[in-house]
């Protein structure tokens, strides 16, 4: 009961075709830096044992598994990017440790279990292009009982956001072009800049209080049927006095064993190490005591390509210091293509009750 | 005989039916304060006229002639963006001297002649999207005898350039990345990054030496059918030693009446003004003895959304200073879709000879 190659499938495959998105992920360096950091730090989980990377790519994490001392890698890759992986390998004589596999991880086979799997699935609001699902099948294929999966989990947040610059650059611009009042065209320019998710970096200051726990994932027990939707109620407290623009989201994954694996950190962790609490506000920086690496794509840490997703309102809401914000939230595949992810918001605040759908294509 | 609405014709309309396109296109000031100045500067021969604006958009040049005094303007546009324009008009009181017209210049109909044709057509490399073909309709179908078209004359331009930084970036990236050697990858970052042309903002340090002149456009006198193909032989003579990179493409429109037309500039010109020699190189910076406002696109000049067009060549050249480069352009409407653009390039230098085709989408 794997999931048949659709065409959209297929487009989303195409996709990784062109070098240049390989090179923007390369070359994000807080992506590529936590992902080699993390390999090295698990290097002792590594050495000897069988990998598998999936969606690798130009094999980048792959090579650095082998690096690490991984007898065999598996380097698994649908797009036509997998055959440029295989001429990379040749060309650094790791044929003989990596075998890079040119189909979907529903597809291909292998006669081995793997200890452990490596792979960068996150998209845009961390399960866009539903990625996640791929790593989910070749655990459940092919990880040993007790193997290691990096990133181990992942949190996707939300907070409530103020960015009066953006607004004022594509709506109230219309007001006053070369002294030409045009705010006859301000409800076509608000949808066509907010009607759909926008993916662009914003600044802490941008952020109105504390993130909210949309989903967290545990890459060890994950189902694929949890993916199809994800539903969460919030309530936030204004921090400020504020025009209030729309939702941020962002999110960040761990590097870490499973709850009974000994990590580096060289205790044996109680559970998966400090899961946000999943009915609130969490904390914006989780302490973490166990060196756990973690990649974080928040506002207040360093960008990274995966920027911040923002869901814009097309009518900005005056928020007063701790002015209740409170809804709930549906994220869900969408069925013509589950490549996409449809957005369910219903948000009220100051007695005002919306609704806001929107697709991220 | 007028060309018929294509699909491809539909889609490129709805590509202008986003408001941010006329967003960007606005908030280049280059472009919006050259038009602007260009319908005062010819307002004499706006005052009280007809006028007709080809490919309105949101309609901000109708309103600048409207502004300018004209007594009727017809503003067209086969987008839907037409609408918006028609909200804006009303909603300054403009209903009874404007009057948008939402169809395609080769489709609407009007029941008088018009004074001055105002169409703001250029696209990346002057010519992509095939819009001018759209205003020589419209002059031959309305425009009275000595009326005012703005602009009045464009001229492509081409020159070698030499771009290392964009080179290093793209291609030899891939020869260490975090150490590992990705040069298997070369082949293909090529193909990725320079099969079609690029538009991105290059400097006037980056041009080899004078440009050519691929193609001078009268407006008053160009026939539509010159559109489908444009050819020119190129010599030039590199001012330096450097990796030749590719070509340059940009362009300039003139604000200027045709040839028996007395202009604010209050002398009866003797031709159109300054013709670049069609055969060779031109100086760069043609003198302008009649304050013919030109809206520039050069690298040399303040950037505009148009930037440069860059065609480049897979292996860069290395030229000597003085060492000549020579070859030839055709530039064609695909038979696939007329507003895409064949690029047939051929070149040599230092007696190896190339041949380049891309198509511009």
């Given at each position: 009961?794997?999931?048949?190659?659709?065409?959209?499938?297929?487009?989303?495959?195409?996709?990784?075709?062109?070098?240049?998105?390989?090179?923007?992920?390369i070359k994000d360096r807080v992506r590529t830096d936590t992902y080699r950091s993390a390999i090295l730090q698990h290097q002792k989980h590594i050495e000897g044992k069988v990998v598998m990377d999936?969606?690798?790519?130009?094999?980048?994490?792959?090579i650095f598994c082998a690096q690490a001392g991984a007898k065999r890698v598996y380097a698994v890759d649908a797009s036509d990017i997998a055959l440029q992986a295989n001429e990379v390998v040749k060309a650094n004589n790791l044929s003989d440790r990596i075998i890079v596999l040119h189909g979907r991880v529903e597809d291909v086979e292998i006669d081995e279990e793997v200890d452990v799997i490596v792979s960068e699935w996150m998209g845009y609001m961390l399960l866009y292009e539903s990625m996640l699902g791929s790593v989910i099948t070749a655990r459940d294929r092919w990880l040993k009982r007790g193997g290691l999966i990096l990133p181990s989990h992942a949190t996707l947040y939300m907070a409530p956001i103020t960015h009066p610059d953006r607004y004022t650059e594509s709506i109230d611009f219309w007001r006053n072009v070369y002294g030409i009042d045009m705010s006859a065209m301000l409800p076509l320019a608000k949808q066509c800049a907010f009607e759909e998710p926008s993916v662009e970096t914003i600044s802490g200051e941008n952020v109105l209080t504390?993130?909210?726990?949309?989903?967290?994932?545990?890459?060890?027990?994950?189902?694929?049927?949890?993916?199809?939707?994800?539903?969460?109620?919030?309530?936030?407290?204004?921090?400020?006095?504020?025009?209030?623009?729309?939702?941020?989201?962002?999110?960040?994954?761990?590097?870490?064993?499973?709850?009974?694996?000994?990590?580096?950190?060289?205790?044996?962790?109680?559970?998966?190490?400090?899961?946000?609490?999943?009915?609130?506000?969490?904390?914006?920086?989780?302490?973490?005591?166990?060196?756990?690496?973690?990649?974080?794509?928040?506002?207040?840490?360093?960008?990274t390509h995966w920027q911040q997703t923002l869901i814009y309102f097309y009518e900005p809401i005056e928020v007063e210091q701790d002015q209740v914000i409170e809804g709930s939230l549906v994220l869900s595949q969408s069925k013509e293509n589950r490549r996409f992810m449809n957005i369910h918001l219903e948000y009220s605040s100051g007695g005002r009750s919306f609704v806001k759908e929107s697709v991220m294509r």
């Open positions: 009961n794997l999931a048949p190659c659709t065409d959209f499938d297929k487009a989303y495959f195409h996709s990784y075709a062109h070098v240049g998105i390989h090179e923007e992920m999936v969606g690798c790519g130009t094999g980048i994490l792959a504390w993130p909210h726990v949309v989903k967290y994932v545990d890459c060890y027990t994950l189902q694929n049927y949890e993916l199809e939707s994800v539903t969460t109620r919030f309530q936030f407290k204004s921090m400020m006095r504020a025009p209030f623009h729309g939702f941020a989201f962002w999110f960040d994954v761990e590097f870490n064993g499973p709850a009974n694996l000994n990590t580096n950190a060289q205790i044996l962790l109680p559970g998966s190490p400090n899961p946000p609490s999943l009915d609130g506000a969490v904390k914006k920086k989780r302490t973490n005591p166990n060196d756990t690496l973690i990649l974080s794509t928040a506002p207040e840490d360093p960008p």
